[in-house]
């Protein structure tokens, strides 16, 4: 774990964000996005520090307070020793977004049950395990917001990504149900499905297998993680009315 704090704010009065999966990708914009948008960040990888520390370093450019840890979210253990750090440092999560997740390509039949558990623990699971710890501090500040990152395939289902497609969904229902649950607390519940996005997890596809993807698109293209980021930041300062909703990004391709 790293802090080095914006030496041009002896006490920081930025709001807060807790965000999983930082160290690269839609991640690592996210976190951008945020620093630039006013946010101070307790950023969270599995692994790769290098890279988490790289995104770091242009968030605390923007002007942002960071601290950063290497933990697994698959592990409530893990989670809870990541509020007791961010606890250290910060009053309370303004915003959490919870966007670490994997994906798994195959047939049902050839995963294993840890291959499955390990989906499920990782993208569904950590959402609670997360939500668990973040809410009671939300409520003491009474307020708070968070975020979770799905998938189309929550909605439709993919063929030969069965165990992601059943852990989107679980996110979706997961979202509208805990918004109805925190509405009254003042604390909003959203989520995000992106579509395509021009990452690694779709880096697998050849430049065939990439223009036959773009065909399909209305938009005629891949999104990008910028794009995400952005709605990130737009459901962050939306008004408190809107919760429990699941917002596609797809370039028109889930319609």
């Known amino acids: 774990m790293t802090e080095i704090p914006n030496p041009n704010t002896s006490v920081s009065r930025r709001p807060a964000a807790l965000l999983t999966g930082a160290s690269r990708g839609i991640g690592s914009a996210i ?8 946010y101070d960040l307790f950023l969270l990888a599995r692994k790769e520090q290098e890279k988490l520390e790289d995104c770091a370093a242009l968030c605390r450019a923007a002007g942002a307070r960071v601290v950063t840890r290497l933990a697994d979210v698959s592990d ?30 195959g ?3 050839d995963m294993t049950p840890d291959d499955w558990d390990h989906m499920i623990r990782t993208d569904l699971s950590s959402c609670f395990y997360l939500s668990r710890l973040a809410i009671p501090r939300m409520l003491h500040a ?27 969904g679980g996110v979706n229902s997961f979202t509208r149900a805990l918004a109805k649950e925190l509405a009254p607390s003042n604390i909003q519940v959203n989520a995000i499905a992106p579509g395509a996005i021009d990452t690694d997890m779709n880096a697998c596809l050849d430049a065939e297998e990439r223009r036959a993807l773009e065909d399909e698109i209305p938009a005629g293209r891949l999104g990008t993680a910028e794009e995400v980021a952005v709605l990130v930041c737009q459901l962050a300062a939306a008004p408190a009315y809107f919760t429990g909703n699941i917002l596609t990004l797809s370039g028109g391709w889930a319609l």
Request: some cysteine; aromatic content about 8%; proline content about 1%.
């Open 142 to 168: 009474g307020s708070g917001k968070l975020i979770f990152l799905s998938s189309v395939w929550g909605s439709r289902g993919a063929s030969c990504e069965v165990a992601y497609s059943a852990a989107k």
């Open 31 to 38: 976190a951008l996005q945020l620093a630039q948008s006013g």
């Open 107 to 109: 047939l049902l039949q």
């Open 76 to 105: 409530s253990a893990a989670c809870a020793e990541v509020f007791t750090d961010f606890d250290r440092h910060f009053s309370a999560p303004n915003l959490l977004v919870a966007n670490a997740g994997i994906s798994h390509l």
